[in-house]
Every structure is written in structure tokens, then in C-alpha cells.
């Protein structure tokens, strides 16, 4: 069964930081690469941050290269995102999954970063 529990979201001030995690069961979390998504109101979803399969290489979308910062821990099955220097941009429903995603997505993480 899939499960992809995400949290850590929240309302931020522009600059400022949060991090997100992504609780996910083992069987997916083992044996396929693992990303970060998010959608904006109005917007598709999109890929943000990503892992190869072997988790040994790490992919990021231009807008937050440099900002966010993507890692596992592989002995409890969770991936988090380290998000700093948030823009008003970034707001975003956050979602991890796959790469490619699985049809199963959790109810994501809301981030919204206003002043």
C-alpha cells in the first residue's frame, strides 16, 4: 500500500525558512527515486526536487537551485526538504512521491511565504 504523509508546512515571511517532511511507506521509499512537487493556485504541478533512483544524485528546479536543499533518511523511510530564503513564489501546496509520481498522492503540505 502506498502512504505519502507530508508536514512541516506553514505561513513564513519572505526570507525566511522551513523544512518538510515526507513520511513514506518502505516498500516505495526502497525500491524508487523520491521527489518533492509542488502546485501553485492556478498552476500545474511541478517538479521541484528530486533523488535518482540510487539516492546518490539529487535534481533541482532552477527557482529554488541554490535555496532548497533535498535529503533522506533511509532507516525511517523519510525524505525531508530544506526550504530557506522563501519567496512569495514559493507558495505552494508541497507534495512528495515517486519520480516518476505514482497515481497515489497524500494530502501535501501547505506552504504560503507573505509578509
Known amino acids: 500500500q502506498v502512504q505519502l504523509v507530508e508536514s512541516g508546512g506553514g505561513l513564513v515571511q519572505p526570507g525566511g525558512f522551513l523544512r518538510l517532511s515526507c513520511a513514506a511507506s518502505r516498500s516505495i521509499f526502497s525500491a524508487y527515486a523520491m521527489a518533492w512537487f509542488r502546485q501553485a493556485p492556478g498552476k500545474e504541478r511541478e517538479l521541484v526536487a528530486s533523488f535518482s533512483w540510487s539516492g546518490r544524485n539529487t535534481y533541482y528546479a532552477d527557482s529554488v537551485k541554490g535555496r532548497f536543499t533535498i535529503s533522506r533518511d533511509n532507516a525511517k523511510s523519510t525524505m525531508y526538504l530544506q526550504m530557506n530564503s522563501l519567496k512569495p513564489e514559493d507558495t505552494a501546496v508541497y507534495y512528495c512521491?515517486?519520480?516518476?509520481?505514482?497515481?497515489?498522492w497524500g494530502r501535501g503540505s501547505q506552504v504560503t511565504v507573505s509578509s
Open positions: 512521491n515517486t519520480n516518476p509520481p505514482n497515481p497515489t
